[in-house]
């Protein structure tokens, strides 16, 4: 196959809790960090400040309420993270199946044996390549992951320049 735009590929597209974990790390990374930094922040603020308070004021009704603040900085923090491992335990069978994943010139095709949706190019913002393969972008938080699993080396060499040609790679 050449590095022109012309692309037709197919991939499996296997279920793997694991990726799809880290692919959703990846795609939430800035709510996570500026969650897991206030949750930080409150219990640090918290906890620094009923001692303080404990030091120069013995008890207080201000020692609760800082401690409420650390409490739920730190259960902030903590229910973030769970948000993402709950959530997907929680999908649908039909989304915890195999698939198989076509790129074409024109569309992304995904394929499960319940489900099939297809994606313009058009509507793809942005792609970022992963160590796993690709995350391409249609909105905000909505991803396609194509794995580098599957792709031979000149697979990944096409996919990558059609991606750099469209404009979706830096």
Same mark, same amino acid.
């Given at each position: 196959?050449?590095?022109?735009?012309?692309?037709?590929?197919?991939?499996?597209?296997?279920?793997?809790?694991?990726?799809?974990?880290?692919?959703?790390?990846?795609?939430?990374?800035?709510?996570?960090?500026?969650?897991?930094?206030?949750?930080?922040?409150?219990?640090?603020?918290?906890?620094?400040?009923?001692?303080?308070?404990?030091?120069?004021?013995?008890?207080?009704?201000?020692?609760?309420?800082?401690?409420?603040?650390?409490?739920?900085?730190?259960?902030?923090?903590?229910?973030?993270?769970?948000?993402?491992?709950?959530?997907?335990?929680?999908?649908?069978?039909?989304?915890? #199946?195999?698939?198989?994943?076509?790129?074409? #010139?024109?569309?992304?095709?995904?394929?499960?044996?319940?489900?099939?949706?297809?994606?313009?190019?058009?509507?793809?913002?942005?792609?970022?390549?992963?160590?796993?393969?690709?995350?391409?972008?249609?909105?905000?938080?909505?991803?396609?992951?194509?794995?580098?699993?599957?792709?031979?080396?000149?697979?990944?060499?096409?996919?990558?320049?059609?991606?750099?040609?469209?404009?979706?790679?830096?």
């Amino acid at each position: 196959m050449s590095h022109t735009s012309q692309l037709d590929l197919r991939v499996a597209q296997p279920f793997d809790r694991d990726r799809v974990l880290a692919n959703l790390r990846l795609v939430h990374a800035p709510r996570l960090h500026k969650n897991r930094s206030f949750g930080i922040a409150a219990g640090l603020v918290g906890v620094g400040g009923a001692v303080l308070l404990l030091v120069y004021d013995r008890m207080s009704v201000y020692v609760v309420l800082l401690l409420m603040l650390a409490a739920s900085g730190w259960y902030l923090r903590w229910a973030t993270e769970r948000w993402f491992t709950t959530g997907i335990d929680d999908l649908p069978a039909v989304c915890r #199946e195999d698939g198989v994943l076509t790129l074409t #010139e024109d569309r992304i095709i995904q394929e499960f044996p319940q489900l099939r949706s297809e994606l313009a190019w058009s509507a793809v913002v942005r792609a970022v390549e992963t160590p796993a393969g690709w995350l391409l972008y249609y909105g905000r938080w909505h991803t396609v992951s194509v794995p580098r699993a599957g792709l031979t080396d000149e697979q990944i060499d096409q996919l990558r320049a059609f991606l750099t040609a469209r404009g979706h790679l830096g």
